[in-house]
DNA sequence: GGGAAAAATTGGTTGTACCATTCCACAAGG
DNA sequence: CCTTGTGGAATGGTACAACCAATTTTTCCC
């Protein structure tokens, strides 16, 4: 378990709101708020803390948006357990600012899946290979519901992340999935879904036969083949995303300068 | 490059912050704000957003925090250009939360970085290469210096995957890089440079020579090295955790729960 | 023209007030 | 005794207003 996590103390004078955070972070890596467990009243800890509610409420709410803490109204605060979702928000914005494509996100899958593959082929337990292959059954169930279809599909990879055992790819390459899952739901009606099926079965055989040359091969052939066709239909698909439209608070936009 | 961002609109009542992000998000994907920007002041924009400042600042600052935006007080509020920190923070929460060890960073790292440096056998152009030549070199300038040498040894290994080609997974380790630079440097306290400096000597010459097999195998046998050094400090070195204090903000310890 | 002082601008912080939701205890009714 | 419901307390969400500190811009004097 790490521990080494805080910096010690910036010289530069820092935010309030950047301190609190460090503040929290402490306090988790330390153990005195635990998972699942509920957090003081705003108004306590601004008190405790001795800074405003708003302070602590701009800290409170990147916790908030980062998934580390769960805010309730009329409720409370409670630390949450996983973090399945922390790294969402951040990737979206990496994939806007530094202008990343769907194929470089392929690209990525394609760089470590197929090794994340042949680790599950060795490593897998008798469980996780039989969640393999309930993914891969609840694909087969699913055929005709494009969005179930999908949803099993990555669920099935996820399931071999699993079985690889290694937490941080896993919860990094699921957020990757997570970007990729609208394109792929769109893809998947123009595809035959008994090509993917096959694709997918060629990976859960090889991985049961613990044969991982056979699952880097079969993994590398499928992703390629998926990102081929993604690429095809991102270019044909990205006036779609020009028609996906926000609520907007108000009518006026912000000058974005001056 | 990406733009399927916004999911639209979620029914169950969201914050207003939340609401906000997602507007900044749509105006950075259409373009109205340009990286490098300046967005209007925090008073103007709650007024045409027809929000409070304070729902305002909770917004800017979880995108502050993420590396999305910076301010300075007294000049404005600016749209980062690359996001490199962005996964920074989100990270060490995770690490926290799920109790992540070094040992299992180390895993990760073992499990992609082969194959990247694979990659950037067959893909380095000759700048890339001169680039993790330069870093080899500059580790073997630093020798006695255990902090600039550790940064030249990751920087050595961003090189790698700069030349592999792929942001994504280059962002995503280049953060477990930073993770790990505090345990690594304690580590390379007891460790021959020499030795390091052998290790990472073959891994260059092999993507000079274009050869990925080798590539793979050559940083294979140094992860694998470092992680048992790491594993091994890491025990050790536990209790230096313990000893890490951050400047609160106030005596009073706030109460965890009720 | 140059430079220093003053004013305006901007983010940072605090405090207060009020709302909507949720929870909980206690009383009424069966 | 158990169920029901009702009102009050607690809690997070939002809005305003005021002031501070750092920075930039403008003004004014030499």
């Known amino acids: 378990m790490l521990a080494l996590v805080v910096p010690i103390a910036k010289r530069p ?7 609190l955070i460090a ?25 405790s803390f001795g800074v405003s509610r708003s302070s602590l409420r701009q800290a409170l709410k990147v916790l908030e948006i980062m998934g580390v803490i769960s805010q309730r109204v009329g409720d409370g605060t409670y630390l949450n357990k996983g973090a399945d979702a922390i790294l969402r928000e951040p ?9 990343i494509s769907f194929h470089e996100l392929m690209e990525a899958r394609l760089l470590v899946e197929p090794e994340l593959a042949a680790r599950a082929a060795l490593r897998a337990s008798e469980e996780d290979i039989a969640e393999i292959g309930r993914e891969l059954r609840a694909m087969e169930a699913a055929k005709d519901d494009h969005a179930r279809f999908v949803t099993h599909d990555l669920l099935f990879h996820q399931a071999i992340f699993h079985a690889a055992g290694n937490r941080v790819t896993s919860l990094m ?14 893809t998947s009606q123009v595809v035959e879904p008994d090509h993917t099926l096959t694709l ?21 052939e499928h992703l390629v083949d998926a990102r081929d066709l993604l690429t095809r239909a991102a270019e044909k698909q990205s006036h779609f995303a020009m028609a996906a439209r926000i609520q907007t608070l108000n009518k006026k936009a912000p000058r974005p300068a001056r």
């Open 173 to 186: 390459f699921s957020v990757i999935h997570k970007s990729l899952e609208k394109l792929i739901t769109i």
């Open 23 to 47: 503040v929290f972070k402490q306090l988790i890596a330390e153990g005195t708020l635990e998972p699942g467990g509920r957090l003081p009243a705003e108004r306590e800890l601004a008190e």
């Open 13 to 19: 004078k820092e935010d309030v709101t950047v301190k």
């Open 91 to 99: 990737m979206e914005f990496l994939i806007l600012l530094d202008g």
């Open 200 to 220: 997918h079965r060629r990976i859960y055989q090889a991985i049961r036969k613990r044969d991982q040359e056979e699952s880097r091969r079969r993994t590398t």
